[in-house]
């Protein structure tokens, strides 16, 4: 289970006294929690990988846009400190897939589907989320679809 990978991570980190890695995953940890905690309002004990995955994910984004924004501001040491800290959550997501990749991937469930145009978006996006979960960006998936269906 992905929460205990992150937790004997952190044990290791202490134990290794990785400070920047000891600070990531207890950021991680207070996300993961966060969400526990609204997900009992609904009735669920705690979250799954599932979630857990795409708390991960949007951990990283954030990173890829603060870099961003510290490298236009030009305060590098940030910006490598950010990258530090993507690259440790990276480490507890499933492999991303390459462009091409997700191209092939792309065409294999619109033909999978029998999806003809855009009216069949959604049912393509949603079992490309089954079949690939947290293995690459939706946002860029979306397009490569929306173009083969246009």
Request: hydrophobic share 35%.
């Amino acid at each position: 289970m992905l929460r205990e990978q992150i937790n004997e991570s952190l044990k290791d980190a202490v134990r290794s006294k990785d400070r920047r890695r000891m600070c990531t995953l207890r950021l991680i940890n207070a996300a993961i929690k966060d969400r526990d905690i609204a997900a009992r309002s609904t009735g669920r004990e705690t979250v799954d990988d599932a979630e857990i995955q795409q708390i991960l994910a949007k951990m990283v984004k954030q990173r890829e846009e603060s870099v961003q924004i510290y490298e236009q501001a030009g305060r590098m040491e940030l910006a490598e400190q950010e990258r530090e800290e993507m690259d440790i959550i990276r480490g507890f997501l499933p492999r991303q897939l390459s462009e091409d990749e997700v191209k092939a991937a792309c065409e294999r469930v619109v033909s999978d589907i029998g999806a003809e145009g855009l009216r069949d978006m959604g049912r393509t996006m949603s079992t490309l989320k089954e079949r690939y979960p947290g293995q690459m960006d939706f946002g860029r998936a979306s397009c490569v679809v929306k173009r083969m269906l246009n």
